[in-house]
């Protein structure tokens, strides 16, 4: 069985990977000409623990509390389309106590053995950068410490099977000394992991290389069409038959899927990251700087600081501007440690739905062709569950967990076939 993945992010590899263990023969078209893409500017986290929607009930209100405090870690660019407006009204339809409840529970069930998995990526000898230090949720408020309990309670009562510790802020200061003297106490979950995206990147390409698998890169795809009884990738390099296609492609699936009819409102919320060495006390553990939303991974040679989460971004240049207020944040919190560089800054489109949930499985209307994105901020902790299911799936016909939640026909059909193949040749 021949199968092309398109995507080239830490998903489609983890696709790829499973799909040629399983006997396929593969080949991954990437649009970029660097490998990783969005991937390479997480935080680097497979953190379970955090795996709540981002509709939340009552977040307008918190969102525009922050916003006018000149804190809000969520920015709409300068493009705002009719797209975003439906994809915002929709989100807002689902930030309410039920829907929130049953997705963190969905979630929760796919990535149950997330930090199990990449042990085993590693045990199946995929070389990466690993650090099991579990995760720490730090508050510098009364309320910000409510609401990290709450996180994790609520992680609790959905389902997540992992361990975690309520501290103070003398005990959470003991376990971590990098943190400020005025941070009032948080969570430290112990079974989270972080990982380096770079690593995990170039470890997975050396992987489907000594498998023969091949990624090409600086191939645009364009869309999916019939080719007989099998399909073709129309690409920027010319068409690429399979018998099944998987597109993993981030926050172009939707793009790529619309030829076939199908409704994919993704949004690319846009975030970035800045890693470099530094001077003072640098934290050990991967920490969650709960009232900034602040991500602090640190790896050998360096700490990460990444944050944002821009809809509508106008590109995918780096602002400085948001990067510097993302470690001005940070700095409340890690104040006896100063970068000594300017470090790499990245940018990167993290797909979102408006209801949170990744959109993994068969693409309706189409037999053959099937789906994974949407992850959000979860890309790098559900990554080897989604592939996993998605291989055994395309293999057997059966996944091994339930992934009715995350059906790629839910959002329903577009319109019609004269409108979909007028944007379909737009597209191209």
């Keep these: 069985m021949r199968i092309v993945v398109v995507g080239g992010g830490v998903l489609g590899l983890c696709c790829a990977l499973e799909l040629s263990e399983a006997g396929a023969d593969v080949v991954v078209l990437d649009r970029d000409a660097e490998p990783g893409g969005a991937s390479m500017a997480n935080a680097g986290w497979v953190v379970p623990v955090l795996s709540a929607p981002l509709a939340v009930p ?18 709409v660019g300068p493009r705002v389309t009719p797209d975003l ?13 039920k829907t929130h409840r049953d997705g963190l529970r969905a979630l929760l069930a796919l990535g149950a053995r997330s930090t199990q998995q990449f042990g085993e990526l590693a045990g199946r000898g995929v070389e990466f950068e690993m650090h099991r230090r579990g995760l720490v949720i730090a508050a510098r408020t009364a309320a910000g410490l409510h609401e990290a309990f709450e996180l994790a309670e609520a992680a609790e009562r959905a389902g997540y099977a992992g361990a975690y510790d309520i501290h103070s802020g003398g005990s959470l200061r003991r376990l971590e000394p990098a943190l400020a003297d005025d941070v009032a106490g948080g969570v430290h979950a112990r079974d989270e992991i972080h ?10 390409h050396a992987a489907l290389e000594s498998r023969g698998v091949e990624v090409r890169r600086r191939v645009r795809v364009l869309g999916v069409e ?20 998987v597109v993993a492609a981030g926050a172009w699936t939707g793009e790529i899927l619309r030829g076939l009819g199908v409704a994919v409102p993704l949004q690319p919320g846009k975030g970035y990251s800045v890693t470099a060495t530094g001077t003072g006390p640098a934290p050990r553990h991967a920490m969650k700087l709960l009232e900034a939303n602040v991500a ?33 944040e940070a700095r409340k919190y890690l104040p006896g440690w100063r970068p000594a560089e300017p470090g790499t800054m990245l940018a990167g489109f993290r ?27 979860l890309g790098l902790t559900l990554a080897p569950a989604t592939a996993q299911a998605l291989a ?27 409108q979909v193949a007028a944007r379909f040749e737009q597209g191209n």
């Design 58 to 75: 009552g977040i307008v209100a918190s969102v525009a509390k922050q916003a006018l405090r000149g804190r809000s870690p969520v920015a």
């Design 85 to 97: 407006l439906g994809w915002g009204a929709k989100f807002l339809r689902n930030a309410n106590p």
């Design 351 to 377: 797909p979102s739905t408006p209801d949170s949930l990744p959109i993994i499985g068969p693409v309706p209307g189409a037999d053959g062709v099937f789906a994974a994105s949407g992850h959000g901020m």
């Design 296 to 328: 602090c991974t640190p790896f050998a040679g360096g700490l990460r600081i990444s944050g944002m989460f821009e809809l509508a971004p106008g590109s995918a240049a780096v602002r400085e501007r948001a990067l510097r207020k993302v470690r001005r």
């Design 195 to 204: 990982v380096r995206p770079e690593s995990v990147v170039a470890g997975l």
């Design 226 to 245: 019939r080719d007989g009884s099998r399909w073709s990738a129309v690409t920027s390099a010319g068409p690429e038959r399979a018998d099944r296609v």
């Design 392 to 418: 055994t799936l395309i293999t057997t016909g059966s996944a091994p967990v339930d992934l009715a939640p995350f059906e790629v026909g839910r959002f329903g059909r577009r319109t019609g076939a004269a």
